[in-house]
């Protein structure tokens, strides 16, 4: 395992956990708490034991207070302070947007454990969960017109996908503060929970994947909504969706899946996303920052 120093990972039977780990500053996001993160999520995407992950912030205050505005390296805080001509140079690349980037090419269930404020990147590294859930004293905000910049880390693309284009106009062109109910309402967050069952709701939905499913249908599943639900045409869904169940339909999981269902028992699927994709994943080629 790594000597991380910005977050914690443990790994638990089927689950992961990542903790965002610099209390003394409600857990405020860093470079180098980017890249550490990107790391970890490299090693459960590798990791064919692990089903789900979950990430968290430490403490009852924070999830992540946005990126940190005093870095110890006394650089600016939001972007590269290198002047470039070109603005397809990688210097300008957002880092929050390098790390969603990541997210969402994960292939693991993503679910989020808010447990306190998250705003400005710490609300936008949420958005490419695949589910999140929030504690009662979370509070949310996309604040970046008060801080005199605009939405980052490709929130433009997920936002609206997730509450609507209305909500994610109001949330973002206000910047305010908005609390957990507000959330849920607008369908950001799964549910809301006390704070001291946070994390054992999250843990429940990470054990009702890791039991009961399979590991390819899950990663299919994700890749396919995710990327398949801003296709142009529904036939761009239909020519994956057949491909995908004429594959999998042939393999050892759907055979166990039947087998169990039958039978009456738990499954036990023997295929790992590391060795068993099918032949066609990934079908799209990712594009580049340019």
Same mark, same amino acid.
């Given at each position: 395992?790594?000597? @991380? ?10 689950? #992961? ?14 470079n180098a708490m980017r890249d550490e993160l990107i790391e970890a999520i ?19 205050? #924070? ?15 939001? #972007? ?32 989020? #454990? ?14 490419? @969960? ?15 017109? *008060? ?10 693309? @997920?936002?609206? *996908? $997730? ?20 959330? $849920? ?39 396919? $909504? ?6 142009e045409h529904p036939m761009m869904a239909h020519r994956i969706d057949s ?6 339909? *042939? ?28 032949? @066609? ?10």
């Amino acid at each position: 395992m790594p000597d @991380f120093t910005q977050i914690k990972l443990d790994i638990d039977g089927a689950i #992961a956990t990542i903790t965002l780990h610099r209390p003394e500053k409600m857990n405020a996001f860093t470079n180098a708490m980017r890249d550490e993160l990107i790391e970890a999520i490299d090693l459960t995407d590798v990791d064919d034991a692990v089903r789900a992950v979950i990430v968290t912030g430490e403490g009852e205050r #924070a999830f992540c207070a946005g990126a940190d505005l005093t870095p110890a390296s006394g650089k600016g805080p939001f #972007a590269a302070d290198e002047e470039v001509d070109d603005l397809s140079d990688p210097i300008v690349r957002d880092g929050g947007g390098r790390l969603v980037m990541r997210l969402f090419n994960s292939q693991k269930p993503l679910i989020g #454990a808010c447990n306190g404020v998250a705003v400005g990147v710490g609300a936008t590294m949420q958005l490419p @969960f695949d589910m999140r859930l929030a504690s009662e004293n979370a509070r949310f905000g996309f604040v970046f017109a *008060r801080r005199g910049i605009t939405p980052e880390a490709a929130s433009s693309w @997920f936002l609206p *996908r $997730l509450v609507g284009m209305q909500t994610a106009l109001e949330w973002c062109m206000t910047g305010r503060i908005f609390a957990a109910d507000e959330a $849920l309402a607008a369908g950001l967050v799964r549910s809301v929970h006390p704070q001291g069952e946070l994390m054992d709701a999250a843990r429940g939905l990470a054990r009702e994947i890791a039991e009961n499913t399979s590991a390819l249908s899950v990663a299919m599943t994700r890749a396919m $909504l995710w990327r398949l639900s801003a296709a142009e045409h529904p036939m761009m869904a239909h020519r994956i969706d057949s491909r995908a169940i004429y594959r999998l339909s *042939r393999g050892q999981d759907a055979k166990e899946g039947i087998a169990s269902f039958l039978e009456k028992r738990a499954p036990d699927f023997p295929g790992n996303v590391t060795t068993d994709m099918p032949d @066609f994943y990934p079908w799209w080629q990712e594009p580049e920052y340019k």
